[in-house]
């Protein structure tokens, strides 16, 4: 693999040259008083609503709507369907659609509409089996002009939060629809009833959005959306200090020393969200030296988390002691946590035969070295400057880090094929966790499942998990969620960093507000209120 480095000179001309060079292609000479300009690091996509990347999250949930949508308080509430009835059983749901809803292209939402988007969806029901609502669909129907129903096979208490996601569960225009009907391969236009249409695409240059005037929840502030393709937070942040787009926000779009010393400047608004998700490494149990116990548990005790919030993200995250933050419905489970301790790392290793031979630096076991592969982004400039700063920690325990940092493609790769020691793999906060990241510890769409086959509890691990789905007793799920995060938390499969934070940063001058969304992978982009 061939890598290439820039001195800092080098790259802040580059930066530089890049922000001229998005001046000079807006789609108007001059920004309108009414538009919102942002930046994402790619163009936004094809925006086909039943499908993952290359689209982009926020900008689905800018052209389509679900049943239900995830409130900014964390809670579940009305979306297309304004109510919803579910048997004692918990096996149906019957969804009340609103009646006042079209696509933005004049089509009406109804539940024939539903019922056309459910069976494009389930269709591709084996791309969406991480999603444990996929598998438990028994079957759907308009069983009504305005009433939509959902069977279960069995009982699901997470229906609502799953559906509650900017994709796959959401509505597509029939008009838009390929002449097949499978959307899994393409879509004639992206048309949904949410408050933007996408209206022009330049690539590698910027997404325009214009304000559905016919939404049925209410006229957005901003008449347009631009969304500049701006791949480089130095760049990002030039182009906000020139004037360039109106505000940054969101994880990795800007460096923390950047955004500590932006939100400290005169006339910019500089804030930080409560956490949204958890930034973790994942210990491969089935290869290498971290199959065993004894190595995973070192490894907790070796890494100085202090040290990274401090040094790396400057405070603007929060340490974690746990996989997901205590808040979490069910994941406050009093389990204790690793503390930062390399007298106890050192004699878990020693214990476990992993000793340090005279004159060498790292640890050995029957002549094999304490060596591991630890796989990270190589783009992502947080998680290249924590592995190095972990490798470091690490060296002094006489464990050896192999530093991989790859393009996403070949990272993802690696976490669905379990070739990595150690790996980066975040949580995904609301409405996801607990029940979506669990769920997609049984299959290897992640790298859970293969971080975790080598656990000789894994078979049980795997039927708690799909129990806590099926059971409508409170105390009975709280009881099977504490033995699934008892268990991932003893055999130290993860090791908790932090718990992630977005940050935003916008001029008060030309913006009044930009809120927090509850999930981290959407913008607010429809809240937002221009001075």
Not at 93 to 100: A, E, P, S
Not at 352 to 381: H, Q, S, Y
């Amino acid at each position: 693999m061939k890598r290439c480095f820039f001195g800092r000179g080098a790259a802040l001309f580059i930066a530089v040259v890049a922000v001229f060079a998005l001046s000079c292609t807006k789609p108007e000479e001059k920004q309108a008083a009414d538009t919102v300009v942002y930046s994402y690091p790619s163009n936004v996509g094809p925006l086909n609503p039943h499908l993952y990347a290359p689209n982009a999250m926020f900008a689905q949930d800018l052209v389509y709507e679900s049943l239900v949508r995830l409130k900014d308080d964390g809670t579940i509430g009305p979306a297309l369907a304004e109510s919803w009835d579910i048997s004692p059983d918990g096996m149906v749901y019957t969804f009340h659609l609103r009646q006042d809803v079209q696509f933005s292209d004049g089509e009406p939402f109804n539940a024939a509409a539903a019922a056309l988007n459910f069976n494009a969806i389930m269709g591709n029901a084996a791309r969406h089996a991480w999603l444990g609502i996929t598998n438990k669909i028994e079957q759907y129907e308009a069983s009504g002009p305005y009433d939509f129903t959902l069977t279960f096979n069995t009982p699901y208490y997470p229906c609502l939060h799953d559906l509650a996601l900017p994709r796959p569960f959401t509505f597509l225009s029939p008009k838009s629809f390929p002449d097949d009907g499978d959307t899994s391969k393409s879509i004639k236009s992206p048309v949904g009833t949410g408050p933007w249409k996408l209206a022009e695409s330049r690539l590698g240059e910027y997404d325009l959005f214009e304000r559905n005037d016919s939404y049925w929840g209410g006229k957005p502030n901003p008449a347009k959306i631009l969304v500049k393709v701006i791949p480089d937070p130095v760049t990002r942040a030039l182009a906000f200090e020139s004037g360039d787009i109106n505000f940054i926000y969101g994880m990795g779009q800007i460096n923390y020393d950047t955004f500590n010393r932006l939100r400290n400047s005169e006339g910019v608004i500089g804030a930080i969200s409560g956490p949204r998700g958890t930034t973790t490494l994942a210990l491969n149990t089935a290869t290498g030296p971290t199959r065993e116990l004894a190595v995973r548990q070192a490894i907790q005790h070796l890494i100085n988390k202090a040290e990274i919030i401090k040094g790396i993200t400057l405070d603007t995250q929060i340490a974690a002691d746990t996989y997901f933050a205590a808040d979490i419905p069910y994941c406050d489970v009093a389990l204790e946590p690793y503390t930062y301790d390399e007298k106890k790392a050192a004699e878990l290793l020693d214990g476990a035969g992993w000793l340090l031979p005279a004159g060498k630096k790292i640890r050995e076991k029957n002549g094999v070295p304490l060596e591991m592969d630890f796989c990270f982004t190589g783009n992502n400039a947080a998680e290249k400057s924590i592995v190095e700063v972990l490798q470091g920690q690490a060296l002094k325990l006489g464990v050896s880090f192999n530093l991989i940092g790859e393009e996403a493609d070949s990272f993802n790769n690696r976490q669905k094929t379990g070739n990595f020691g150690i790996i980066f793999n975040n949580t995904w906060g609301p409405p996801y966790e607990p029940h979506a990241m669990v769920s997609a510890m049984l299959v290897p769409s992640n790298a859970d499942y293969m971080a975790q086959i080598g656990l000789p509890m894994k078979a049980q691990l795997d039927a708690n998990i799909r129990r806590v789905f099926g059971t409508t007793d409170v105390n009975e799920r709280s009881a099977i969620y504490r033995d699934i995060l008892t268990t991932l938390h003893e055999q130290a499969v993860y090791v908790p960093l932090y718990y992630t934070t977005m940050l935003k940063v916008y001029r008060k001058a030309e913006i009044r507000d930009v809120g927090f969304s509850s999930n981290r992978d959407c913008v607010p982009l429809s809240t937002i209120i221009l001075e």
